[in-house]
Every structure is written in C-alpha cells, then in structure tokens.
C-alpha cells in the first residue's frame, strides 16, 4: 500500500514537499514513481528513482525545479518541488514498480503501465 501526502493549496514560486510512505511490501525492491494529473488531462510521469536512489529522471517541465528522492530505511519516497508554478497544479500520485535490473529499465520506468502498486493521489493547487 503506497499513501501519499503533503499537497496543498500554494503560490506561484513556493514549494511543496510530498511524501509517499509504502506498507506491506519490500520497498528497496521497487522503482518508486511520482506521477500527475491535471484537470481535464491524461496522467503524465513527473519523476522515476531506483532502487538505491543513486538514479533518478525528470520530465522536462518539472526538471532543475523538482526533486526525487527516498529513504530505503523509512520505506518512503519524497517530492521536493521548488518554484511551482500554476501549471504544476494537479492530483499526484506515486507509485511502485516491480523491475528486473538490466539495461533497460531506466527507458521501462517511464512508462505507467509497468507500475503495479499505486496509492492514492494528494491534491496540489498552485495559485498565480
């Protein structure tokens, strides 16, 4: 079970950090995810990390501006997000996946449909 928190309503140019904490599963063992939905469109990856974080990838909207990163020992994976903009106004969700480690996973990762393990989204509305 993944359970997401620390949205919230926000300016433009403030910053947010969101939670994602795991239960009933080894978390080391998943490619952890954090993905968006805006109103009215489809769910877009925002950032993937690996297994020990020492990977991690951006969209190219959120990157230099958002950080990913997770802490195997409190089974929990974060969202740093700096100088938020309207745009970035969305339901996120963060997600788990089961990878084989081989040279491929990092281009698998992006996609949604290898993620089995889904928690709940957190509302994030940024204001101009």
């Known amino acids: 079970q993944l359970q997401a928190s620390g949205g919230g309503l926000v300016q433009a140019g403030d910053s947010l950090r969101l939670s994602c904490a795991a239960s009933?599963?080894?978390?080391?063992?998943?490619?952890m995810g954090w993905f968006r939905q805006a109103p009215g469109k489809e769910r877009d990856l925002v950032a993937i990390?690996?297994?020990?974080?020492?990977?991690?990838y951006y969209a190219d909207s959120v990157k230099g501006r958002f950080t990913i990163s997770r802490d195997n020992a409190k089974n929990t994976v974060y969202l740093q997000m700096n100088s938020l903009k309207p745009e970035d106004t969305a339901v996120y969700y963060c997600?788990?996946?089961?990878?084989?480690?081989?040279?491929?996973?990092?281009?698998?990762?992006?996609?949604?449909?290898?993620?089995?393990?889904w928690g709940r989204g957190t509302q994030v509305t940024v204001s101009s």
């Open positions: 997600a788990g996946a089961s990878l084989r480690l081989d040279s491929t996973w990092y281009l698998r990762a992006r996609s949604q449909n290898v993620y089995g393990h």
């Open positions: 009933g599963l080894t978390f080391s063992n998943y490619v």
């Open positions: 990390i690996g297994w020990t974080g020492s990977t991690s």
